[in-house]
């Protein structure tokens, strides 16, 4: 599975910034899919999931504020990210695995190389 994100950017607190996840190499409807980040100095943190039937998880720190879907027709992952915080600054990932899933980073075998978003006070 080859991944690529888009979308990434810098904005003000309280804003909003959706990213993109384009899939190839696998039946996309069959993956289990997340989003993960890594803030400078920081290790790796989950930060929602979704899984080949629908069902999605997510981090507490994002809970309300961050959609994550899947779009089947376009091979897309997709997060909608609002309410922005400062501490959402990070490199953010996509991630795929064709079985199960979670926030654990080590469920994923493909990756993407991230985007980067800035959030400022």
């Known amino acids: 599975v080859q991944l690529v994100e888009s979308g990434g950017g810098s904005v003000q607190a309280g804003g909003s910034l959706t990213l993109s996840c384009a899939a190839s190499g696998y039946t996309f409807s069959k993956l289990c899919m997340g989003w993960f980040r890594q803030a400078p100095g920081q290790s790796r943190e989950g930060v929602a999931y979704?899984?080949?039937?629908?069902?999605?998880g997510y981090a507490d720190s994002v809970k309300g504020r961050f959609t994550i879907s899947k779009d089947n027709a376009k091979d897309t992952l997709l997060l909608q990210m609002a309410s922005l915080k400062p501490e959402d600054t990070a490199m953010y990932y996509c991630a795929a695995v064709s079985g199960y899933c979670n926030l654990n980073s080590a469920f994923y075998n493909a990756w993407g190389q991230g985007t980067q978003v800035t959030v400022s006070s």
């Open positions: 979704i899984r080949d039937y629908g069902s999605t």
